[in-house]
Structure formats: structure tokens, C-alpha cells
């Protein structure tokens, strides 16, 4: 009787669900806050936080419904896949928050960071302003989307590797 092979796209589906519904909890937090546009390092580990318990539990899971086994590769396709498919989660829940609910959340964020800027740089308002224009470029649509799409990816990779190496545990065939 041949038994049926384990699949890395389910577990990375799964758990790339679960990391872009958290996700998209922790934004709604901030959002009912007045705190969605800030950013900040609290956010951004709070955020990397989630990801790598959620890329954690998705190995974990593999390894045990494929009877204790998990190949470093395997590892890394679940932990990509999952940072993935939160990512393109996120990046959608982004346009609408951006779009639809806060049309004016680049505004805001614009000029946050410009009140921080002068607050905590000695870069003169020109420079600043320089920089903003640049960030405007920068903060299309499309390249929100590309960006946070190469992003979500590298992250899952570099998150991906030590729980991957960690958990390994590779099948002895005869």
C-alpha cells in the first residue's frame, strides 16, 4: 500500500492564510489607534515576530504529518510559501486600507515622517522635501506591490533557514 505523499503548497497555504489574517488584525489595530501610518520599529517586530512564528508552526506542522520528516528544502518551500501568500494578503489588505478606507494615509505618513525628519535630523526642509518627492515616486501602487512582493519573499527565505535547518530530519531509505 503506498502511502500518500505530503504536500509543502498545502501547509504553505494554510499558514500563509493564518499570517495574512493576523496580519491583517494587527493593521485594523493600529488603524482603530490612528497608528497605521506611523511604522516605526515596534511595528516592524511585532510584524517579523508574527512571521516567524507562523513560518515555525508551518514546518512543525509539516514535519509531523509527514511522519517526522522534513527535508531542508522542504523546509524552505513551506516558509517561503507561507511569507508568500501572507504577503500578497498584506500587500492587498495595503491597497484597500491606502485606497478605501484611509485615502489619505500616504498624506499622513508623508508627513509624519517629515515631522520626524526635522525632529531628529540636522537635514534642512529642502532636503527633506527632496526626500519626500522621492518617496512619492517610490510609493505607486505598482511599486508598493513589486516591492512589498520581493520583500515578502526575502524575508521568508532568511526567516526560512535555521527553523528549516533546525527541523530537518531526513528519511533513511534502504
Known sequence: MEEKKIKTGSFALTYGLILGAVS???ALMLYSMDMHYQGGLPVMIVSLAL???AIIL???QFKKANRGYMTFGQGLKVGVGI????????????QLMANIIDPDMMEKAMAFQKEQ????????EEQIDAQMEMGKKMGTPMMQVLIGLVF??????????IPALALKKE????
Not at 83 to 93: H, N, R, S
Not at 117 to 124: H, R
Open 58 to 60: 508551518g514546518m512543525y
Open 117 to 124: 525628519l526635522l525632529a531628529t535630523t540636522k537635514m534642512t
Open 51 to 53: 512571521t516567524l512564528i
Open 83 to 94: 511569507c508568500l501568500i501572507g504577503g500578497i494578503i498584506g500587500i492587498v489588505f495595503n
Open 171 to 174: 528519511e533513511i531509505l534502504n
Open 152 to 161: 515578502s519573499v526575502f524575508i521568508g527565505f532568511i526567516f526560512s533557514l
Open 24 to 26: 491583517v488584525i494587527f
